[in-house]
């Protein structure tokens, strides 16, 4: 289940500092390439500007904990989040 209350918290992070956050300066495309042939290309341009964000962990923290399925957050592709939820939901049931 999505936390909007988290939504709410990162966005106001963002616009906090919006000069610093390289998603708000480009096009938004680079972060929601769609699959097809230059999709590796733009996420790669979007996973390198991420790099840059102050708010890359919060940002892929949100992601994670909000099942986000498409487009980049915190430097993290799809692929990358869909492999930290089944780590953690595995460490999880190791610890209940
Ligand atoms: S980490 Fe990337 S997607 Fe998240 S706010 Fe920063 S630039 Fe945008």
Same mark, same amino acid.
């Given at each position: 289940? +999505?936390? #909007?209350? $988290?939504? *709410?918290?990162?966005?106001?992070?963002? *616009? %906090?500092?919006? %000069?610093?956050?390289?998603? &708000?300066?480009?096009?938004?495309? @680079? /972060?929601?390439?769609? /699959?097809? *042939?230059?999709?590796?290309?733009?996420?790669? #341009?979007?996973?390198?500007?991420?790099? +840059?964000?102050? @708010?890359?962990? %919060?940002?892929?923290?949100? $992601?994670?904990?909000?099942? %986000?399925v #498409?487009?980049? /957050?915190?430097? @993290?592709?799809? +692929?990358?989040? !869909? +492999?930290m939820?089944?780590? &953690? *939901?595995? @460490?999880? !049931? &190791?610890?209940?």
């Open positions: 289940m +999505k936390s #909007y209350a $988290a939504y *709410e918290t990162f966005i106001q992070m963002v *616009e %906090e500092h919006p %000069e610093r956050v390289p998603c &708000r300066e480009s096009d938004p495309d @680079l /972060w929601f390439a769609e /699959w097809g *042939e230059d999709q590796s290309i733009n996420y790669r #341009y979007a996973v390198n500007q991420c790099g +840059k964000c102050p @708010l890359m962990r %919060e940002c892929a923290d949100y $992601a994670i904990r909000n099942d %986000e #498409y487009g980049i /957050w915190g430097g @993290l592709t799809p +692929k990358d989040r !869909q +492999k939820r089944i780590a &953690r *939901e595995k @460490l999880q !049931q &190791r610890t209940i």
